[in-house]
């Protein structure tokens, strides 16, 4: 097996781009806790600390990514 690559893609880029849901169908697509939690430590995505299932992290990676959006958005206005 190959080596989980935290930024094969960009969570920013894709929730900004296909929204919500298409960031979580992405995020489907990876099973394991250390992998979401790698991949949200590599972007920056703020995500609750403690013991979470793999669906609560992914929501949580989606809302991060919102909220980075959104204070992204804050910061250019």
Same mark, same amino acid.
């Given at each position: 097996?190959?080596?989980?690559?935290?930024?094969?893609?960009?969570?920013?880029?894709?929730?900004?781009?296909?929204?919500? #849901? %298409?960031?979580?169908?992405?995020?489907?697509?990876? +099973? &394991? *806790?250390?992998?979401?939690?790698?991949?949200?430590? @590599?972007?920056?995505?703020?995500?609750? #600390? %403690?013991?979470?299932?793999?669906?609560?992290?992914? +929501? &949580? *990676?989606?809302?991060?990514?919102?909220?980075?959006? @959104?204070?992204?958005?804050?910061?250019?206005?």
């Amino acid at each position: 097996a190959t080596a989980f690559d935290p930024f094969a893609f960009s969570v920013v880029v894709v929730v900004t781009k296909e929204g919500r #849901e %298409g960031l979580a169908r992405k995020l489907q697509d990876i +099973a &394991a *806790i250390d992998d979401l939690k790698a991949l949200a430590k @590599a972007q920056h995505v703020a995500v609750p #600390e %403690g013991d979470l299932t793999a669906d609560a992290l992914r +929501a &949580a *990676i989606v809302e991060g990514a919102l909220q980075r959006v @959104a204070n992204r958005k804050a910061a250019a206005s």
